[in-house]
T-cell receptor
Framework: GAGVSQSPSNKVTEKGKDVELRCDPI?????LYWYRQSLGQGLEFLIY????????KSGLPSDRFSAERTGGSVSTLTIQRTQQEDSAVYLC??????????????FGPGTRLTVL | QKEVEQNSGPLSVPEGAIASLNCTYS??????FFWYRQYSGKSPELIMF????GDKEDGRFTAQLNKASQYVSLLIRDSQPSDSATYLC??????????FGTGTSLTVIP
């Protein structure tokens, strides 16, 4: 079946502009994660959605970042007033979350954000 | 203290050798452990998961878990140049949050 999809694949924006990044998880997956990865760095957790529960926003770096997930499926990550340090690859992952051990995350191809 | 620690490397091994990648974690209650491989410019892809103490083998890959020592490792036997990538260790906390290490860069030299 189809994997996790993200759009756009690349986004170049000017400092101070707002951007929206989209993630479409694998159908049936209840958990959705957003990560950020700067060049040569590891994965930085941003936010986690599980079903209809309130999201875990503990990783969001500032109040300029927000995310929502509509209908338990598609998610949008919004960055307001972008700064140059926001430049990174933003990765989305989803998993089927029965509460057990087999909650493997499947990653999308990422959105490369460049803030000029 | 970070939740998950990995040596960043780079780790270089000759083709055909065994590559050993190590990871330690801080939350003793963690139950699930994953190894992901990430090629340059690509997204991470799952190699193996393990949740019981001991060894788990899958082809040339063996994951080892020691919960008492809070240590998980990945062995790659008969390393190939195509194994050259960054290997990410991920640990799932009791609250079901994923924590990733910063990754170990592996280069297999032909």
């Amino acid at each position: 079946g189809a994997g996790v999809s993200q759009s756009p694949s690349n986004k170049v924006t000017e400092k101070g502009k707002d951007v929206e990044l989209r993630c479409d998880p694998i159908s049936g997956h209840t958990a959705l994660y957003w990560y950020r990865q700067s060049l040569g760095q590891g994965l930085e957790f941003l936010i986690y959605f599980q079903g209809n529960s309130a999201p875990d926003k503990s990783g969001l770096p500032s109040d300029r970042f927000s995310a929502e997930r509509t209908g338990g499926s598609v998610s949008t990550l919004t960055i307001q007033r972008t700064q140059q340090e926001d430049s990174a690859v933003y990765l989305c992952a989803s998993s089927f979350f029965p509460g057990g051990s087999y909650n493997e995350q499947f990653f999308g191809p990422g959105t490369r954000l460049t803030v000029l | 203290q970070k939740e998950v620690e990995q040596n960043s490397g780079p780790l270089s091994v000759p083709e055909g050798a065994i590559a050993s990648l190590n990871c330690t974690y801080s939350d003793r209650g963690s139950q699930s452990f994953f190894w992901y491989r990430q090629y340059s410019g690509k997204s991470p892809e799952l190699i193996m998961f393990i949740y019981s103490n001991g060894d788990k083998e899958d082809g040339r890959f063996t994951a080892q878990l020691n919960k008492a020592s809070q240590y998980v490792s990945l062995l790659i036997r008969d390393s190939q140049p195509s194994d050259s990538a960054t290997y990410l260790c991920a640990v799932v906390s009791p609250g079901n949050q994923f924590y990733f290490g910063t990754g170990t860069s592996l280069t297999v030299i032909p």
